[in-house]
């Protein structure tokens, strides 16, 4: 493959142009529709007209999760705790979050340098009704994992969840790039109006568009949906530092396939659209999961950045015989879903194998999701996002959004 040069894959985006608060009505937002070439503004209420018949829509119903800690030293210095993931990494995140008394978990930490080796960081809380109080440990410094113990006070003890102690001590996690403080209404707005699964620590954010009238007017047009889970994590905010890109490393995220997924996709004959860059790279790993059953390799569910640019063409298998082997590995291990971790990097040069549409926001100049834009429907992304500019469509996780149908 040759070089991919960073450069290649920047552009210039107005501070103005950062969409810092959403709109009061989520399916207001202007929608830039990219078919076979041409270019139609639409709002995103239309979506559902736009869809190719017999689409299958597929989400992705993670639910951020208050992922940002905050304890204050005796010095009155304060330690900043951002989850990541649970400790071991490869744990069920929604199992972790209904931990009771304690919960380990892999974290950045903000002005670490002041947190002692031995210091246990404490606070109180309340939850249903009860004083609690929280204790931070490290566990494991070289690896960052962050060990949480939570007691009942005085009072008669209740039964909380880790997740109930992240509700009422945690912050929603915003993008860096939006560059304020938290408000009340982020934590309903910086979720989708489907999400269901506590674990991410960013939204998908092209899902937040949607609300329940466009649901609606997807079924009376009889569009298919369906839900998976992968849990969004920081590292999808990882700036490219490399010259060439292809030296970047990329972040790997949990996912979650439930047999109906598969039965769905297997049973589908229409396009197949993707509501997002997450459900995007979740249903192209799929693919390589299957190939990877199909060559008996070992740990067949987990993925890394360079395993989709290991094979020649024709050494690789259909779509419907990888799908297919995924769901004979349930159907034959008498599970109901796979548990899989994926750090698939989709930039110019990857084929795409499941996926035929893709509806997601504007993203930041040069980062991994311009370079999978890039790869799917090519040298027109720039084309794109300058008629965005020129037409004062709103930028990122608040942004305004496409429909990409190459």
Same mark, same amino acid.
């Given at each position: 493959?040759?070089?991919?040069?960073?450069?290649?894959?920047?552009?210039?985006?107005?501070?103005?142009?950062?969409?810092?608060?959403?709109?009061?009505?989520?399916?207001?937002?202007?929608?830039?529709?990219?078919?076979?070439?041409?270019?139609?503004?639409?709002?995103?209420?239309?979506?559902?007209?736009?869809?190719?018949?017999?689409?299958?829509?597929?989400?992705?119903?993670?639910?951020?999760?208050?992922?940002?800690?905050?304890?204050?030293?005796?010095?009155?210095?304060?330690?900043?705790?951002?989850?990541?993931?649970?400790?071991?990494?490869?744990?069920?995140?929604?199992?972790?979050?209904?931990?009771?008394?304690?919960?380990?978990?892999?974290?950045?930490?903000?002005?670490?340098?002041?947190?002692?080796?031995? /210091?246990?960081?404490?606070?109180?809380?309340?939850?249903?009704?009860?004083? *609690?109080?929280?204790?931070?440990?490290?566990?494991?410094?070289?690896?960052?994992? @962050?060990?949480?113990?939570?007691?009942?006070?005085?009072?008669?003890?209740?039964?909380?969840?880790?997740?109930?102690?992240?509700?009422?001590?945690?912050? *929603? %996690?915003? %993008?860096?790039?939006?560059?304020?403080?938290?408000?009340?209404?982020?934590?309903?707005?910086?979720?989708?109006?489907?999400?269901?699964?506590?674990?991410?620590?960013?939204?998908?954010?092209?899902?937040?568009?949607?609300?329940?009238?466009?649901?609606?007017?997807?079924?009376?047009?009889?569009?298919?949906?369906?839900?998976?889970?992968?849990?969004?994590?920081?590292?999808?905010?990882?700036?490219?530092?490399?010259?060439?890109?292809?030296?970047?490393?990329?972040?790997? /995220?949990?996912?979650?396939?439930?047999?109906?997924?598969? /039965?769905?996709?297997?049973?589908?004959?229409?396009?197949?659209?993707?509501?997002?860059?997450?459900?995007?790279?979740?249903?192209?790993?799929?693919?390589?999961?299957?190939?990877?059953?199909?060559?008996?390799?070992?740990?067949?569910?987990?993925?890394?950045?360079?395993?989709?640019?290991?094979?020649? /063409?024709?050494?690789?298998?259909?779509?419907?015989?990888?799908?297919?082997?995924?769901?004979?590995?349930?159907?034959?291990?008498?599970?109901?879903?796979?548990?899989?971790?994926?750090?698939?990097?989709?930039?110019?040069?990857?084929?795409?194998?499941?996926?035929?549409?893709?509806?997601?926001?504007?993203?930041?100049?040069?980062?991994?999701? *311009?370079?999978?834009?890039?790869?799917? *429907?090519?040298?027109?992304?720039?084309? @794109?996002?300058?008629?965005?500019?020129?037409?004062?469509?709103?930028?990122?996780?608040?942004?305004?959004?496409?429909?990409?149908?190459?």
């Amino acid at each position: 493959m040759k070089e991919l040069q960073l450069n290649d894959f920047q552009y210039d985006l107005p501070d103005d142009r950062i969409a810092r608060f959403p709109l009061a009505q989520r399916d207001r937002s202007k929608l830039l529709e990219y078919r076979h070439g041409k270019i139609t503004h639409r709002s995103f209420f239309e979506l559902p007209d736009q869809l190719p018949q017999n689409s299958l829509l597929v989400f992705n119903d993670t639910k951020v999760i208050p992922a940002r800690l905050h304890f204050q030293r005796s010095t009155g210095a304060v330690i900043e705790l951002f989850l990541l993931n649970p400790v071991p990494a490869d744990r069920l995140v929604s199992e972790a979050m209904q931990d009771k008394n304690r919960s380990i978990w892999q974290c950045m930490i903000g002005n670490r340098k002041r947190w002692k080796p031995d /210091e246990v960081l404490t606070k109180e809380i309340r939850v249903g009704g009860h004083t *609690i109080v929280v204790r931070a440990h490290w566990h494991d410094p070289e690896q960052s994992h @962050i060990r949480f113990e939570w007691t009942p006070g005085d009072e008669t003890p209740g039964d909380e969840s880790f997740a109930a102690i992240l509700h009422e001590t945690g912050k *929603i %996690p915003l %993008p860096p790039y939006l560059n304020r403080d938290v408000t009340e209404a982020d934590n309903d707005s910086y979720q989708t109006v489907y999400s269901r699964v506590e674990g991410a620590v960013a939204a998908p954010t092209a899902g937040l568009h949607f609300t329940p009238e466009v649901l609606e007017q997807l079924a009376q047009k009889g569009i298919q949906t369906d839900y998976l889970t992968l849990h969004v994590g920081a590292g999808t905010f990882q700036p490219i530092k490399t010259t060439d890109v292809r030296q970047h490393t990329m972040h790997t /995220e949990q996912v979650v396939y439930s047999r109906q997924n598969l /039965e769905t996709l297997v049973a589908h004959t229409g396009p197949v659209i993707s509501v997002g860059t997450t459900s995007m790279r979740s249903l192209e790993s799929l693919y390589w999961f299957g190939v990877r059953l199909l060559k008996k390799e070992a740990e067949p569910f987990y993925l890394d950045q360079q395993y989709a640019y290991a094979f020649p /063409e024709d050494e690789l298998p259909p779509r419907s015989e990888a799908l297919q082997a995924v769901l004979m590995h349930l159907q034959q291990t008498g599970q109901n879903q796979v548990v899989a971790h994926t750090g698939i990097y989709c930039m110019p040069g990857y084929r795409f194998r499941l996926v035929d549409g893709l509806v997601t926001n504007f993203h930041q100049p040069g980062s991994t999701l *311009i370079l999978l834009v890039a790869a799917f *429907i090519g040298e027109d992304w720039r084309t @794109i996002y300058n008629t965005a500019l020129e037409s004062d469509y709103r930028f990122l996780s608040y942004g305004d959004s496409s429909l990409l149908l190459p």
